[in-house]
């Protein structure tokens, strides 16, 4: 079982809708991320939170509104995507601070906007 | 602009074999740098990092050489086994304080080990 839960893991909603992503770590981590991984692109990063409080905002477009309640919990809210927004979105935790550099990523939330 | 670059889309490599992966990287901030392995319908899983103070690092059958001066590192997988058939990120981050987590990824290499 992985440390990084992602709820859903499949997800399809149309332009008009409002849903959210959820994710949980379950590894002691004090940092949490979104990632993006976008069809023949590398992962980008979109969000950075550390002890609550976001730290990167990666030009990421207002459709897409994250929200960490406290160091375990992140969602990513999502309201009136496109259909490029379609996408794996990948949410990952780490320890932060020194040896924060290395990620661990959940299982991804596949997204599709029809 | 892409600042880590993984120019080998794919790579197939025999059972036994050591499979090579390569990634090179134009940013002089980075120092740390990581291979993460990842399946299909999967997320990424860790592999092996290692930090700019060092130019080699082991872990079992996973080696990562880094040259600095090159601005490359590579895996090293030996022996290649058919569960190691997989899609390899390479990612690196700069050293500051508020750059720890935040990767640049690679756009990975394919990795097919046959029998």
């Known amino acids: 079982e992985t440390g990084v839960t992602q709820t859903p893991r499949h997800l399809v909603m149309g332009m008009t809708n409002k849903k959210s992503l959820k994710c949980e770590q379950h590894?002691?981590?004090?940092?949490m991320y979104w990632y993006k991984q976008s069809a023949k692109k590398p992962l980008e990063l979109m969000f950075v939170?550390?002890?609550?409080?976001?730290?990167e905002n990666n030009s990421v477009p207002s459709r897409f509104s994250p929200e960490c309640p406290n160091s375990s919990h992140l969602f990513l809210h999502l309201h009136t995507l496109q259909p490029e927004d379609s996408a794996l979105y990948l949410c990952a935790s780490s320890h932060g601070g020194a040896g924060g550099n290395t990620i661990y990523f959940g299982e991804g939330s596949w997204l599709t906007v029809v | 602009d892409q600042q880590v670059k993984q120019n080998s889309p794919s790579l197939s490599v025999q059972e036994g074999r050591i499979s090579i992966l390569n990634c090179d990287y134009t940013?002089?901030?980075?120092?740390?740098f990581l291979w993460y392995k990842k399946y299909p319908a999967e997320g990424p899983t860790f592999l092996i990092s290692?930090?700019?103070?060092?130019d080699k690092n082991e872990d079992g059958r996973f080696t990562v050489f880094l040259n600095k001066s090159a601005k490359h590192l590579s895996l090293h997988i030996v022996p290649s086994q058919p569960g190691d058939s997989a899609v390899y990120f390479c990612a690196a981050s700069e050293g500051t304080p508020d750059s720890w987590g935040k990767l640049q990824f690679g756009a990975g290499t394919q990795v097919v080990v046959t029998p």
């Open positions: 590894l002691g981590h004090n940092a």
């Open positions: 290692i930090s700019s103070i060092k």
């Open positions: 939170y550390n002890f609550k409080e976001q730290t």
């Open positions: 940013n002089s901030m980075f120092d740390y």
